[in-house]
């Protein structure tokens, strides 16, 4: 199953190589990890998409919190929670193919950042199977780079991670 | 008071009650050696290789519960030294490794003897820090020392650039009494709730056995499992890290479990229907073939470390907490309950596990005419009056020693356990004795893992650390040479060594007593003249039968109740070799 993983972790040198190591040493899979200061300067917050059977999660999350340098951690898969990631998507135009691209990313509520004579940029974000949708429906030969953030998310109502 | 970044690192050690470093010098070190120089109170010992000083400051850890101390130079000397920071890792050893770095300009630039020495162990150590600023020096050791010691122990290293330790740059300097790290807590006592059911599980077991690690002697837990399993009066076993938790002489104790454990042990095991696991963690050497372990046992499992707990034997009932406390927990509640173990179940149980012990698993050749290196085992017992401090390598001699020398005291077995790290034994004990000079220490080895680290019988002599080496010398690497009988046809590929130095004549030159012992009745008489030289360091190099093989055995992907028992006797000697 797909799962959610949260971290707040400490904002110093060589904790993220900490946390990939930890994943790359036992052989747990990272399908992407985003990670940024918070508010807090001290502290980063990691989202790591990985997915595994509730024992290998456990394992995961058991050893995670095993490093010094994690402060603490959800499971956001756990409970409700709002998913979130943004793309960018640079897709080749014709001046035949322009308003079709325009109506679907209209459709998704992608944005056009940047405009040539011969390119879109689009922008999105949403749940990642909603990027997926996009992609699905722009025609793939015209899709000259995709940039993905990875999914960073947070948990509904009152609880939440920090200190 | 003001002190430049060596005299920080120094003086940290000192005020944090460390009597050895365990070390060897180089040029990012020059600066640290030198504060060294300028004082009395830390002594250092110059080991004759980087992996020397792991494993021996790894040795003085295990023997004393203190933390071992290590200090190497940037590069080689901190490669080198890996071996010895994953042999302390995968056994739990509390270990504060510092090492040089190139200073901080150049690092990233591939200075000379320069490595990412943090990237390079971050695999195998408990947590490592880089030194980036000189007023963070002391604190950073005091954190070190506290990682390393609390919770479930390791070793952590500090790398310290050269700059760092600039004798020029002075600092005010503090020792912090205490420190705390906002994301490390490790738990002390285990939860109330969860004990209780343990408890009562335990009470209406029918065939309940008690099974103890090496947690239990990290954690000094004995005296309270002592307690625990008189109280019950369960069966117990130990594993190979555990030996000496219990008392080995005890009539409730069935011996090691695992691949290399005793019969009853094993089998107990796999009958039982009430397992609680203290302070060990399921090692594939202890389990076999996970999907038929223990098929009908309900698992208590009392561990400090909670990733350690249901990994890969799921438990019934987990139990996280420091073993010492958690037992007196326990002890407190199985006071006060009402409800007693079932007589009758237990004694129904002992009859079972009695006839187990009639199979007398252990039995082994006593009249041959060659030299049987189980025999060299109980005759070092008898000769130490089981009180010596045992250091082993890693083969058949390890597992000779952890099955024929019953340990009754924890820390007096020392050995690479996890790791299996041949090379060990010999600098091991030397920290050993080091710390214990009174005693009698000696190095159960082969003639295979004595070579890996032999430079170290130098070390003995610069620092009159005698000890005693019992080379089980049968020209094999043993271990080897008995899974390629089993499980290769007797294909011997690469396992035997047909030009072993001379010991004796190695061991004269390094300034030591050489004895070369090739007969039964010599070996006794060799024992007692070489622990009656107190001061000498003393290598016993013992020719022992070639074709022994390590009895009883769990081959690797077998359950506990599918062991290889020795065959009848002779068949082994009488096998023809090379």
């Known amino acids: 199953m797909r799962h959610i993983i949260s971290i707040l972790i400490e904002n110093e040198s060589g904790a993220l190589s900490r946390v990939a190591g930890l994943f790359s040493a036992r052989g747990y899979n990272i399908e992407s990890l985003t990670v940024a200061p918070t508010e807090d300067p001290s502290l980063s917050r990691m989202t790591l998409v990985t997915r595994g059977s509730d024992d290998i999660i456990e394992q995961i999350t058991k050893q995670l919190n095993k490093l010094i340098d994690v402060v603490k951690l959800i499971d956001l898969a756990e409970s409700d929670h709002i998913e979130r990631e943004l793309m960018m998507v640079k897709i080749r135009t014709t001046e035949h193919t322009r308003e079709e691209i325009r109506g679907i990313a209209a459709i998704f509520r992608g944005k056009i950042i940047d405009v040539t004579p011969t390119t879109y940029v689009v922008e999105m974000t949403g749940p990642s199977s909603k990027l997926d949708a996009f992609i699905a429906a722009i025609d793939g030969d015209t899709i000259i780079e995709v940039v993905r953030s990875g999914p960073t998310g947070i948990s509904r109502g009152e609880k939440g991670l920090h200190l | ?382 000769v130490t009056k089981g009180e010596a401090y045992i250091t082993s390598d890693v083969g058949q001699h390890q597992m000779w020693a952890a099955q024929y020398y019953p340990f009754d005291k924890p820390r007096h077995w020392i050995n690479s356990g996890g790791l299996g790290t041949m090379g060990f034994g010999l600098p091991a004990a030397i920290g050993v004795k080091l710390a214990f000079p009174d005693s009698d220490v000696a190095c159960v080895t082969g003639d295979g893992s004595i070579q890996m680290c032999i430079q170290e019988l130098s070390t003995a002599l610069q620092y009159n650390a005698p000890v005693k080496i019992i080379n089980l010398n049968n020209s094999y690497l043993g271990m080897v040479r008995q899974w390629q009988e089993f499980t290769y046809e007797s294909r011997y590929s690469h396992s035997y060594m047909d030009t072993i130095p001379d010991f004796v004549k190695l061991a004269e030159a390094y300034g030591h007593v050489g004895m070369r012992i090739d007969k039964p009745e010599e070996v006794r008489p060799a024992l007692e003249e070489a622990f009656a030289l107190k001061d000498r360091t003393v290598f016993l190099d013992i020719l022992t039968d070639r074709t022994e093989n390590v009895y009883p055995m769990i081959e690797a992907g077998k359950a506990h109740n599918d062991m290889t028992l020795r065959v009848a006797e002779g068949t082994s000697t009488d096998r023809e070799l090379a």
């Open chain 2, 1 to 382: 008071m003001e002190l430049n970044g060596a005299q920080i690192v120094i003086q940290s050690l000192k005020d944090e009650g460390v009597e050895y470093i365990f070390g060897y010098p180089g040029g990012a070190v020059l600066h640290l050696y030198d504060a060294i120089f300028q004082q009395d109170d830390v002594k250092h010992i110059l080991v004759r290789h980087e992996q020397g000083a792991t494993h021996a400051a790894d040795g003085y850890a295990r023997a004393t519960g203190k933390p071992g101390v290590v200090l190497v130079t940037s590069g080689p000397g901190a490669t080198n030294a890996v071996t010895g920071i994953a042999t302390a890792y995968m056994d739990s050893i509390p270990m504060v490794i510092i090492s040089g770095q190139v200073p901080l300009p150049v690092i990233g630039s591939d200075a000379f003897q320069e490595v990412d020495m943090v990237g390079i162990t971050r695999p195998c150590v408990k947590h490592n820090f880089l030194v980036k600023d000189v007023t963070k020096l002391a604190e950073t050791i005091k954190k070190a020392f506290y990682v390393a010691t609390t919770g479930r122990p390791g070793p952590v290293v500090v790398d310290v650039p050269k700059d760092i330790t600039d004798p020029r740059i002075k600092v005010p300097y503090k020792y912090p009494k205490k420190v705390s790290i906002r994301s490390y807590n490790p738990a002390l006592t285990g939860h109330k709730g969860q004990i209780k059911k343990a408890v009562d599980l335990l009470l209406t077991a029918q065939k309940p056995i008690i099974y103890a690690g090496g947690g239990v002697i990290l954690g000094e837990g004995s005296k309270e499992l002592i307690e625990f399993t008189r109280l019950l009066e369960f069966p117990i076993t130990n594993t190979l890290m555990g030996l000496g938790a219990y008392p080995a002489t005890d009539k409730q104790f069935v011996g090691m479990l695992g691949m290399h454990g005793t019969y009853e042990a094993n089998m107990a095991m796999h009958d039982s229907d009430v397992i609680i696991a203290i302070g060990a963690r399921f090692d594939d050497r202890v389990t076999g073939k996970l999907d038929e372990f223990c098929p009908h046992a309900q698992i208590i499992h009392i561990d400090v470390d909670p990733a350690s707990i249901s990994k890969t034997v799921k438990v019934a009932i987990p139990i996280v907490g420091e073993v010492k406390p958690v037992l007196e927990q326990m002890l407190e509640m199985i006071r006060e309950s009402k409800k007693k173990p079932s007589k009758k179940a237990l004694e129904s149980w002992w009859k079972q596990i009695d006839q187990w012990r009639a199979v007398k698993c252990m039995e082994y050749d006593r009249n041959s005419r060659l030299i049987k290196p189980q025999y060299v085992i109980e005759q070092l017992y008898e």
